[in-house]
């Protein structure tokens, strides 16, 4: 009587909030995770098999929008210490890509971001030199200094499609992110413009991410949020068929 009772009181409770939650570890490729709604709700958390303890990162993702929050956010990485340890958003009033560094921003100008186009994006930061780097399609931009020149460490929350301006939450209605995300992948130390170009150009043999990896996911998903086939909601482009 009392199991029967604590799994009413657990199915009550799931069907409430906790079932919307789906975990899963799968292989993503040629698969998108679609954000539809402008809902706070709606996010993908990655969860990496270690804790953070990386001097470099290089973040790559794909992105396909049509622009309906002002500045919505593709990654966004908290940690204990910096609750924007690593972060990248669109600012649609200066059109300019930001990077997050251990929560110290820095800016890019003159790099595309164009609706309803696929467009690749990877960002790389060594602790080394404090220095940030960002691609977009074939444009590199030029180096800038951000952040401490400390590592990424502690475990890390990691969200995409939101913007955490706390240790796994506080999200924001001008951050979100409405689209398409694909290939996302997280490397524990810069890669070269060889690397991040091949990426770029979406040939199938492109360097996977060591610390997440687009192709061996461990992901949770809430709200409307949900993996999809690429080829069933954007059509081919030439390189991908290389
Ligand atoms: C995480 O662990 C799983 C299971 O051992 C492994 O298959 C996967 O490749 C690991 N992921 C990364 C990014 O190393």
Redesign the pocket.
């Known amino acids: 009587m009392k199991t029967l009772a604590s799994s009413v009181f657990f199915f009550v409770l799931c069907s409430l909030a906790l079932c919307q939650l789906k975990k899963d570890?799968k292989c993503l490729r040629e698969k998108v995770i679609t954000f539809p709604e402008l809902s706070t709700s709606n996010w993908v958390k990655l969860h990496?098999?270690?804790s953070m303890d990386l001097s470099a990162i290089t973040v790559c993702l794909r992105f396909y929008t049509e622009l309906m929050s002002a500045d919505p956010c593709f990654f966004s990485l908290a940690t204990p210490s910096y609750t924007k340890d690593f972060s990248l958003r669109w600012l649609s009033v200066s059109k300019k890509y930001e990077m997050t560094i251990h929560s110290s921003q820095v800016q890019f100008d003159g790099l595309a971001f164009n609706n309803n186009q696929w467009m690749s994006v990877c960002a790389t930061w060594d602790a080394k030199n404090g220095l940030a780097q960002m691609f977009v399609n074939e444009v590199a931009s030029i180096k800038k200094a951000v952040g401490p020149k400390v590592s990424f460490k502690g475990d890390p929350v990691i969200t995409l499609g939101q913007y955490q301006t706390e240790y796994d939450g506080g999200f924001q209605h001008t951050n979100i992110f409405t689209g398409f995300l694909a290939d996302v992948h997280?490397h524990g130390q810069t890669l070269t413009t060889r690397q991040i170009k091949t990426y770029m150009e979406a040939k199938s043999k492109y360097k996977?991410?060591?610390?997440?990896?687009w192709h061996?996911?461990?992901y949770t998903t809430a709200g409307s949020a949900q993996v999809e086939e690429k080829h069933h909601v954007t059509f081919y482009t030439k390189e991908e068929q290389q």
């Open positions: 570890r990496p098999n270690e997280v996977l991410g060591d610390y997440i990896n061996n996911l461990m």
